[in-house]
Every structure is written in structure tokens, then in C-alpha cells.
């Protein structure tokens, strides 16, 4: 099987600017989350979706959203992008258990 | 809301010595996440746990339900094994797994 893949890998933005990031789960999970990793607050949970619907939500402003299609493709967007905002995105997918399966991720610079 | 404590923060150890990383969380959980991080690069799930033991190669990962509490083993240790190591439990105990609460992860440094 394939496993999750993220694109793009890379990304340079400038502040203002509006970014989607993309994430294909592994063939038959239906359940994608969304993560961020900065070097100062580490790993944290944006939001998980799961047969389209949004079933939790982290700390993030409103500038961070995201979606989910019927074949299960998942997208971020995050709008007005600030400086803080340059970090690795990371997705992971899961069947309805307790695996997560994650992706390599997508490193944002914002300028 | 979930608590992960990893320990150390950092290990530095000499090639083939054995390897032990601790996490504790504070509510109770059905599975627990060992990833590792190399640097620049993507994260890889090492384990997923839920009782007893696993083990894969030379990684052994335990897990003790009442005490709230995982190790992370590395036996014969290996330079290539040099990496972040995070343990990840979920938000709330047995509920959704996709909102993982992370801990700061150790930043494993194995010398030849």
C-alpha cells in the first residue's frame, strides 16, 4: 500500500499571503489530522477529519482551517500567513482504530 | 487534557550501549505513539501500544497502564539510530485518537 503523501514537500510564502496544503491518506483510512511542529512549541494538533466532517479541533486561530473530500484527500489553508506560521505541517491518516499513519510533511517558510 | 512528560531531553551515549527513554502521561489512555524524527526529516511511528510490550529489531517499547507510563528501549545502540525520539498519547484518554498530545521528544545522539 501507499503510504500518506503530503505535497508540496517544500514551500516559501511571504506574510500576507494564502497557502493549501494537500494530504492523501493511506487507501482505505478515512480519518486525516493535521499537525504542526515549530522548534519552539514542539508538536501540536491543528484538527482531525473524518468521513469529510471535522471531528476535533486544536488551539489554532480562525486563519487555520481545512477540509475533507469524499475520497478522503484531506486540505489545510492557512490565510493571512505570518512569520510564526513557518513550521512543518505534518498529516497523518488512520483507519477507525487507534494507528496513525504519518506523512513526510510539508516545510512552510514564510518570509 | 492529557500531560506527556518525556526524560531525558537529551541522551548522548557510545555505539552498542542500551538506550532507555521514559514517558509519562497523566490521563488514562488506550494506545500510546513511540515516533522518531531524524533531523530534517519526516516522522516515522515506531510503535503503537496499549499493554505489555512490542518489540521490532532492536527497539523494545513497554507500556505500564496503571502506572501511566512507557519506555522506549534501544539495544546495541547504532549511530544511525541517532534521532528525536516523541512519545504521543492522546488528548482525551479513550476518546478520538486523532488529537495526540506530544511530549518534547529526546534528541538521541549515539557517537561510534
Known amino acids: 500500500k501507499a503510504g500518506v503523501t503530503q505535497t508540496p514537500r517544500y514551500l516559501i510564502k511571504t506574510r500576507g499571503q494564502q497557502v493549501t496544503l494537500s494530504c492523501s491518506p493511506i487507501s482505505g483510512h478515512r480519518s486525516v489530522s493535521w499537525y504542526q511542529q515549530t522548534p519552539g512549541q514542539g508538536l501540536q494538533f491543528l484538527f482531525e477529519?473524518?468521513?469529510?466532517?471535522?471531528?476535533n479541533k486544536g488551539n489554532f486561530p480562525g486563519r487555520f482551517s481545512g477540509r475533507q473530500f469524499s475520497n478522503s484527500r484531506s486540505e489545510m489553508n492557512v490565510s493571512t500567513l505570518e512569520l510564526g506560521d513557518s513550521a512543518l505541517y505534518l498529516c497523518?491518516?488512520?483507519?477507525?482504530?487507534?494507528?496513525?499513519?504519518f506523512g513526510p510533511g510539508t516545510r512552510l517558510t514564510v518570509t | 487534557k492529557n500531560e506527556v512528560e518525556q526524560s531525558p531531553q537529551n541522551l548522548t551515549a557510545q555505539e552498542g550501549e542500551f538506550i532507555t527513554i521514559n514517558c509519562s502521561y497523566s490521563v488514562g489512555i488506550s494506545a500510546l505513539h513511540w515516533l522518531q524524527q531524524h533531523p530534517g526529516g519526516g516522522i516515522v511511528s515506531l510503535f503503537m501500544l496499549s499493554s505489555g510490550k512490542k518489540k521490532h529489531g532492536r527497539l523494545i517499547a513497554t507500556i505500564n497502564i496503571q502506572e501511566k507510563h512507557s519506555s522506549l528501549h534501544i539495544t546495541a545502540s547504532h549511530p544511525r539510530d541517532s534521532a528525536v525520539y516523541i512519545c504521543?498519547?492522546?488528548?482525551?484518554?479513550?476518546?478520538?485518537?486523532?488529537?495526540?498530545?506530544f511530549g518534547k521528544g529526546t534528541k538521541l545522539s549515539v557517537k561510534p
Open positions: 477529519y473524518f468521513s469529510e466532517t471535522q471531528r
Open positions: 497523518a491518516s488512520s483507519p477507525s482504530s487507534y494507528e496513525q499513519y
Open positions: 504521543a498519547a492522546p488528548d482525551r484518554g479513550g476518546g478520538s485518537q486523532g488529537n495526540l498530545i
